[in-house]
């Protein structure tokens, strides 16, 4: 047996260290936390403290009984978990939970997973550092008090199953209020004027812009015709050097910013990614604020430059932290070894390492220099002036390596070609220039650029919001909750005009470009819109910029020891506790509805607003009188939302579903629901491809998409001799059998599964159905479930926490599950969802939105 016993979190980087230390060392992972807050709302006590209560999961049971074991056995435990509040707390959590002695425990740091490192820091030890702790355990207690608390009142005057956060909600309100601006703009037009030149002697051509705008047609029409017999001299010629300074090195939240630019990566895959490449010992810690650089680094970097590129390339710079709140980490994410150009490893990793290593050498290069020319050109028959840039690269220096990207919200879209020249043609103060030609061509003002992930980070970071462990997460949480969607958005046709001067000759002409297209931008859902108008309301200190961040210094200054954190925490948590109390009792259910005007047809009011099961537009009163004509109700099509739909586009959605011809002797309709538009054929549904307008399906289109999806359809095997088939979903690749849809993981290969490796995954799924029920009342839709987190009621499609069993004031063992009655059911689903029961009986439902999508209901119609 080892003499010491070293822990850290992954396995990965205990492989890494194993290697480094002898035989009297063996390093163990303690797979992240070992303990988490127990998951029912007492998990805290609000009035003593804030005491916390944890529990060991059962998938980390075997873990803390084999690491128990071995820390009893050892002279000597190291916790070596990461260096920041999270890792610290994960080392207090080992220490609380193995019953570790102090005299026999030391805890480590290091920044970079190499031997040096290593042995450095086994050579100076320390202490757990119980000011980080308490900063961790601040930022637990008081996000996990806000969203207890916080959710059942959504639950309550939203919608069921929703939940709030403090950092998410800020994120949501951020993403609402750009949405809001961007909808709210209106686009103005002017002309830019370009002219093309040229020299007598050389017959060098050169662009030239006006800097003044043109607001209407006339005036640049106007403006060309002067030119037209006008006589071009170039009135004044500057040329001055000017130099460009490389970019810091990376913090968590650049790297994040310039992977989603460079990479295309999501914010979460990019800390996946950099996560593997520092438990493999390639780079530096991933999560900091700092942008500085170890003395080692320095030299390292200094002796790669220098070897690889020459003396003159090198320029030591020493960067420093400009956040205010930059904590625990003090160097920036680099290499470990600057000579290590590229690595070996899957794609990303390769990827990504070598935007580090090349950010992080560019960081030590010399400047770049160029020599920039400006010239002025005057117009003989108006005062306004041409002017004219060029700009040569007389020594490259970082940019050898590596320029930086920036958002698109930065930086100006140039719609015409690049306005400047690479190299202007030697010019001559006096010199008479020849006109090419001449154009104006407008051009329209563009609203605020909305948020990608990577501009979300940097905005965050702006306002002090976070820090660099909850970017990836906060991100990754408002898109899994449906508060965010990031997709793809096609653009419309727009028409704008360019005049032109040529030969003499003036012309116009009306030309098209498509405006408005994103890629991978961030959108709230209507529930997003929702849920955030409601918080913004009634807990404005949660969703306040200015609050978050104050809260986040304040556990900066936990973490420095400067602040008691229970002080902290009672001072937040006694008004806002009120606040959900007053909330409670006061509020009036949200539901965002927004009447948009009246049906042509038949003079009935149509609205917009958000069901218990998605956005759907009404025409007509929902009246308790049975006599009453019903209303009727259409989903909003994917990209539409409450707050922008015009009465002309809720129109439109009450022309689906409509019949076609029946095909083979089965009805066939075109519809939309609460995935987007399909056509229904018999009780078949088939998804339209992404983009297809449902409107412009006819009987032949109808009968390509149902062809392609039989021969989709066609079993691949079988197995109990009923036919398995396969197809992709919304969750990924999946096969089909006996009604049960079996998920295939990554580490099969779909596209050629075997008999062996059917039979293998659709074993699995009827022993994992077998033991999913404790108790089903199918007739109700109501079942109690065995889940992830423990026994769950799934109402309809919603997931319901059972909470404690009133006789015993304890969770409900397995046979108290299986003996509750229906009534006893109901009572619990009640106290969660008040009006789960209220609705009219089954031959009156049509009076609200089913659980199927609204339109789907006047197929028949």
Not at 389 to 397: I, Q, R, S
Not at 448 to 453: L, S, V
Not at 634 to 642: C, N, P
């Amino acid at each position: 047996m080892a003499k010491n016993l070293l822990i850290v979190e992954s396995p990965a980087k205990a492989k890494t260290i194993e290697g480094y230390l002898g035989k009297d060392f063996l390093v163990k992972s303690s797979y992240g936390h070992i303990r988490d807050l127990i998951k029912t709302d007492d998990a805290i006590d609000v009035n003593h403290n804030f005491e916390q209560r944890y529990e060991v999961p059962s998938d980390k049971r075997a873990v803390v009984n084999e690491l128990k074991r071995l820390a009893k056995d050892a002279e000597m435990v190291w916790l070596a978990s990461d260096e920041d509040r999270e890792g610290e707390a994960i080392s207090w959590h080992l220490f609380e939970t193995l019953g570790l002695k102090e005299d026999k425990t030391k805890r480590i740091v290091f920044h970079e997973i190499t031997k040096t490192a290593i042995l450095k820091a086994i050579e100076s030890p320390r202490k757990i550092d119980y000011n980080l702790v308490y900063a961790q355990q601040a930022r637990r207690v008081l996000d996990r008090l806000v969203g207890f608390e916080l959710s059942p009142v959504l639950w309550k005057k939203v919608k069921p199953s929703l939940s709030a956060g403090r950092v998410q909600s800020v994120a949501v309100r951020l993403i609402v209020d750009r949405e809001r601006e961007v909808n709210k703009f209106t686009a103005t037009a002017a002309f830019k004027v370009v002219a093309i030149f040229y020299t007598d002697s050389q017959k060098e051509i050169f662009r030239a812009e006006l800097p003044e705008r043109f607001e209407k047609a006339p005036e640049a029409e106007s403006f060309l015709k002067d030119c037209i017999h006008a006589v071009y001299t170039v009135r004044s010629l500057e040329t001055r050097p000017t130099k460009r300074s490389p970019a810091a090195p990376f913090t968590t939240s650049t790297l994040q910013q310039e992977a989603s630019r460079k990479l295309g990566f999501s914010v979460a895959r990019t800390m996946s990614v950099a996560q593997k490449l520092y438990e493999s010992g390639k780079i530096t810690y991933m999560r900091t604020d700092s942008v500085n650089l170890s003395d080692t680094a320095l030299n390292a970097a200094a002796a790669e430059i220098k070897s690889a590129y020459g003396e003159k390339y090198h320029q030591l710079r020493k960067y420093k932290t400009k956040s205010a709140g930059a904590q625990e980490a003090h160097e920036a994410i680099r290499p470990t070894y600057f000579e290590q150009h590229t690595i070996s490893g899957d794609s990303s990793e390769q990827r990504l390492y070598d935007l580090i290593w090349k950010r992080s050498i560019a960081s030590q290069m010399a400047e770049a220099n160029f020599e920039k020319t400006t010239a002025k050109i005057s117009i003989s028959t108006r005062s306004e002036e041409f002017v004219a840039n060029g700009e040569v690269m007389k020594f490259d220096g970082f940019l050898k390596v590596y320029m930086e990207s920036t958002d698109d919200e930065d930086a100006e879209i140039n719609l015409d070609e690049d306005n400047d020249n690479s190299i202007l043609p030697p010019l001559t103060k006096g010199q008479t220039l020849n006109l090419r030609e001449m154009n104006a061509t407008e051009r329209y003002s563009r609203p605020p650029a909305r948020y990608t992930e990577a501009s979300l980070v940097k905005k965050l970071e702006e306002l002090g919001i976070g820090r660099p462990s909850t970017y990836a997460p906060t991100i990754s949480t408002i898109q899994n909750r449906g508060y965010v969607v990031k997709e793809e958005r096609e653009g419309k046709q727009r028409q704008f005009q360019v005049i032109s001067l040529k030969e003499g000759q003036i012309s116009a002409a009306t030309r098209t470009e498509n405006t408005g297209a994103e890629k991978n931008k961030l959108f709230p859902t209507d529930i997003g819109a929702v849920v955030n108008d409601f918080l913004v309301e009634h807990f404005k200190g949660i969703v306040d910029f200015n609050f978050t961040a104050k809260v986040e210094k304040e556990f900066d200054e936990i973490a420095q020891g400067l602040k008691n954190w229970t002080e902290m925490l009672r001072t937040f948590y006694n008004p806002f506790h009120m606040e959900v109390e007053t909330t409670l009792q006061n509020a009036n259910r949200a539901s965002g509805e927004r009447e948009l005007g009246n049906d042509p047809e038949t003079g009935k009011k149509i609205s917009v607003r958000i069901g218990r099961y998605g956005p759907f537009v009404q025409i007509g009163e929902t009246s308790e009188n049975e006599e009453d004509e019903k209303p009727r109700y259409a989903s909003l099509r994917s990209g539409q939302m409450i707050e922008t739909i015009s009465l002309e586009e809720a129109l439109e959605l009450f022309k689906l579903p409509f019949q076609l011809e029946d095909y083979e002797g089965k009805e066939l309709s075109v519809g939309v629901g609460r995935f987007g538009p399909y056509i229904k054929w018999g009780d078949s549904f088939i998804s339209l491809p992404k983009g297809e307008d449902p409107l412009s399906v006819n009987l032949e289109r109808a009968i390509e998409l149902i062809n392609e999806k039989n021969i989709a359809d066609a079993p691949i095997a079988h197995f109990q001799e009923l036919p398995v088939t396969k197809g992709k979903g919304r969750f990924g690749p999946f096969i089909k059998w006996n009604n049960l849809y079996i998920n295939v993981p990554v580490r099969y290969n779909f596209d050629q599964l075997g008999q062996a490796e059917i039979d293998e995954l659709i074993s699995k799924k009827i022993e994992k159905e077998a033991n999913r029920f404790i108790q089903e009342w199918p007739a109700e839709k109501i079942a109690i479930e065995n889940g992830r987190w423990g026994p769950f009621i799934r109402f309809q499609k919603e997931m319901l926490k059972l909470g404690k069993n009133p006789a015993t004031n304890d969770k409900y063992t397995a046979e108290e599950l299986a003996l509750l009655s229906l009534e006893t059911v109901k009572k619990l689903i009640t106290e969660q969802v008040p009006d789960a029961f209220t609705a009219k009986p089954k031959k009156t439902a049509k009076k609200a939105p089913a659980k199927k999508s609204p339109a789907k209901r006047l197929v028949k119609k």
